[in-house]
């Protein structure tokens, strides 16, 4: 880096050199003058172009409304589709279906050209296609060399009509799906997003629906297929074309092939009215992961057709529009109260859009951070703006619409969806110009009449601990609860019945075998882990210490990027790295507790002092060795015993794994027993899931305390 330096360096100053002695005294042109400016905010700038529009053919056939834009700049067509379907059609108790549905038309590909077949021949064409749903339309595209595309219309199209819908392809898409689930409260941006989204809407609301496992459970085949029947036909389609080509040309080719598509009835919009409730209200997500928090406030927002629209664009930039909005000066800036801020007022064509300010701080200030920005919002109440600050936040303003139009296709795609919601096709143009005619009144006027401070619905997620009481000073505290809920009501499980005094006198048998009627303070491990999230031969030397009398465990990785630290004391889970320590999600917790609670140390003491129940249910088998199977019903745990040695040869339960939606089997095996520092310990253990390794740990040294 210090030699890339040096060369641009040297590079730079050549070349200063090398001018210098082009302008020496020889030299007959005429130097050009260069004026410094004293003070910059004197300069005076032109006022900016007009937003050019680009030309757009449009006609209607067989129930199909084409926009057509010309662009020869490079020899590409790209071919966008709306479709008048959503996840607003999709039954309560299946959300995501339209959305799967978008992914698997794609991915599952069609009778003729299966998925893995498109794919290979699109990348040999340079091509894409893509679909999706979302909520209130969906979407076709195909991007095609000029040369390819009446050859890969038809196909492009078969995609749109004919879909397969493969089961491997739906098995895939809900797997990805369950796993999305269980990681979804891992970014606490995200579940700030969620949950404030429900508290505008609500939580059963079509315009905030969540997905859950029994969503994912409950879609088949037979409903991608019922909601592909209900999407697609002709009048449920816009059709959008830019590129190299003449739309008197390509008229008739688009006839010719989307003439082929069943008229059938175009779908309505038939969205509920927006069941808002109005605030104050002040509520919580803890993460005691956390050392920051991240805050949403805000109330419902309007509509798109709102003659104010507008001038509230122009108050939420003056608000909190980027680096020069007031959210960021005051909040952010001046006060240092926020890593980050943004906000903005939606206004919806098809429902209410909702109002929002956001910003993360650190966890001692969440309260101060709140009541600033609270205090902005009143203060474009209170105190007219200057028609200064109006004009500054025009002219950005207005610079950021420019690149809306910043292409033929992102002009195209503005004026499809203005047709899609009903706008009319100069609305573009007529927002423009809105804005150009606000005033400082305006800004004033909307400001009182649309924002509520007295009526904010506050949203805080950070970690409890830190925050403390300072939530309270605005109100009673809504505790959220965000548990991911696990699929159906889960099977009882089977009762076992045994022998429980057989079931007791092995357990005394292990607990002598393993502590040698010693008390185990603590254990402590060196070795070398192996897990399936590391490439395949690799290996992390590991140190462990468990502490069974305060119920802890410590776990240093030493890894190539340096050593890693994750804990569990007291309840929660953390990790410490290059100095920093951050405390890791509560389901990580629970899986530390559930491994000390099962360990064979731990199972030893209990069993040494009475306090573990077991029912011996007969003996099996493993790897020719014959053991004893004991059930320990309060922890729900099989234990399988060596019939020679009473030492542990295998323990299983069942546990919900989140990123898969289901119960899966855990089992660790225990083997190579040693003896050291009076205990004997298990020289190598490994864990699988459903019959699979995912790790296994070999010690080198133990001792015992």
């Given at each position: ?12 100053t ?13 030299q ?15 300069l ?6 007009p937003?050019?529009v ?22 590409l ?6 479709i ?11 959300v ?22 498109l794919n ?10 893509e679909?999706s ?8 595209s ?30 895939l ?31 059963n609301?079509?315009?905030?629906s ?29 059709i ?5 080509f ?5 008229r008739?080719?688009?006839?010719r ?18 069941a ?14 956390m ?6 406030m ?19 930039q003056?608000l909190?529009g ?14 240092g ?10 206004s ?15 966890s001692?200030?969440?309260?101060r951070?709140?009541e600033?920005?609270?205090?902005e ?23 950021s ?16 969806n ?11 143009e007529?927002y423009v110009?809105?804005?150009r ?19 904010l ?35 009882p499980?089977a009762?076992?019945?045994g022998d ?17 009627g ?9 070795g ?8 395949p ?19 240093v ?5 340096g050593s ?18 951050q405390?890791l ?8 507790a ?8 731990t199972?030893?003491?209990k ?6 129940q077991?029912?011996y ?40 794994v ?5 119960e ?10 040693t ?11 490994r864990?699988?899931?459903?019959g699979e390794?995912?790790?296994s740990f070999?010690?080198?040294t133990?001792?015992?305390?």
């Amino acid at each position: 880096m210090r030699n890339l330096f040096k060369s641009l360096f040297f590079t730079g100053t050549a070349a200063v050199l090398f001018a210098v002695g082009c302008a020496g005294p020889s030299q007959t042109a005429e130097e050009p003058e260069f004026r410094f400016i004293e003070r910059p905010e004197t300069l005076v700038f032109p006022e900016l172009n007009p937003i050019v529009v680009p030309e757009v053919h449009s006609f209607e056939f067989n129930g199909i409304t084409f926009f057509l834009v010309e662009d020869n700049e490079v020899p590409l067509i790209n071919l966008s589709s709306v479709i008048r379907a959503g996840s607003w059609m999709e039954p309560r108790d299946k959300v995501g279906l339209a959305s799967i549905t978008g992914e698997v038309m794609r991915s599952g590909g069609t009778p003729n050209f299966p998925g893995d077949e498109l794919n290979e021949m699109l990348e040999s064409r340079a091509a894409s296609i893509e679909t999706s749903f979302g909520l209130t339309s969906g979407s076709a595209s195909m991007s095609v060399l000029k040369e390819d595309f009446e050859e890969l219309l038809p196909i492009f199209i078969e995609v749109l009509t004919q879909p397969a819908f493969p089961q491997e392809k739906l098995d895939l898409a809900l797997t990805q799906r369950r796993s999305v689930i269980g990681r979804r409260n891992d970014q606490p941006s995200g579940i700030a997003t969620r949950e404030f989204r429900h508290l505008i809407y609500g939580r059963n609301s079509v315009f905030s629906s969540v997905q859950e496992y029994d969503d994912l459970n409950n879609i088949s085949r037979e409903d991608l297929v019922d909601f592909h029947r209900q999407a697609i036909n002709a009048n449920n389609l816009m059709i959008g074309l830019s590129g190299d080509f003449s739309a008197e040309e390509i008229r008739p080719v688009l006839e010719r092939y989307f003439g082929e598509i069943e008229q059938g009835s175009p779908n309505t919009f038939d969205f509920p009215d927006v069941a808002y409730t109005d605030g104050p209200s002040i509520n919580f997500v803890p993460r005691t992961e956390m050392n920051q928090s991240i805050i949403r406030m805000g109330h419902i927002g309007g509509f798109r057709d709102n003659p104010d629209y507008a001038a509230l664009q122009v108050m939420n930039q003056m608000l909190s529009g980027g680096f020069s909005g007031r959210l960021l000066q005051e909040v952010r800036t001046r006060q240092g109260l926020a890593y980050s801020v943004g906000g903005s007022f939606g206004s919806g064509t098809l429902f209410q859009g909702q109002f929002f300010a956001g910003l993360s701080t650190a966890s001692e200030t969440t309260a101060r951070a709140i009541e600033a920005t609270i205090h902005e919002i009143r203060r474009l109440q209170d105190e007219p703006v200057t028609q200064e600050e109006l004009d500054e936040t025009r002219e950005r303003f207005l610079n950021s619409l420019a690149f809306r139009y910043s292409s033929r296709s992102a002009a195209l795609s503005e004026q499809i969806n203005n047709a899609y919601v009903g706008l009319p096709f100069d609305a573009f143009e007529q927002y423009v110009e809105e804005v150009r005619l606000v005033t400082t009144e305006d800004i004033q006027r909307v400001a009182r009449e649309y924002l509520r401070p007295e009526a904010l619905h506050i949203l805080v997620v950070g970690n409890p601990n830190e925050i403390g009481d300072q939530l309270e000073r605005f109100g009673p505290v809504n505790e959220i609860d965000i548990s991911i809920p696990r699929p159906g009501a889960s099977a009882p499980r089977a009762v076992v019945s045994g022998d429980t005094e057989a079931g007791q006198q092995w357990i005394s048998r292990m607990a002598e075998a393993v502590l040698n009627g010693a008390s185990i303070e603590t254990l402590s491990y060196e070795g070398s882990l192996a897990s399936s999230q590391l490439p395949p031969g690799m290996t992390v030397d590991v140190d462990v210490s468990y502490n069974f009398s305060t119920n802890s465990v410590v776990q240093v990785l030493n890894t190539p990027m340096g050593s890693q630290t994750i804990g569990y004391e007291n309840g929660a889970a953390y990790v410490e790295a290059m100095g920093q320590r951050q405390n890791l999600p509560s389901e990580a917790a629970a899986s530390y507790a559930r491994m000390l609670e099962t360990h064979y140390v731990t199972l030893s003491h209990k069993a040494a002092s009475g306090e573990l129940q077991a029912a011996y249910t007969g003996t099996e088998t493993i790897n020719g060795r014959e053991v004893a199977v004991l059930v320990l019903p309060e922890s729900e745990t099989t234990l399988k015993l060596d019939v020679q040695t009473s030492l542990p040869v295998q323990l299983s339960y069942m546990e919900f794994v989140p990123q898969l939606g289901a119960e899966a089997e855990m089992v660790m095996t225990f083997e190579e027993w040693t003896s050291g520092s009076g205990i004997q310990a298990a020289r190598v253990q490994r864990q699988l899931m459903d019959g699979e390794e995912v790790s296994s740990f070999t010690f080198t040294t133990h001792s015992a305390e």
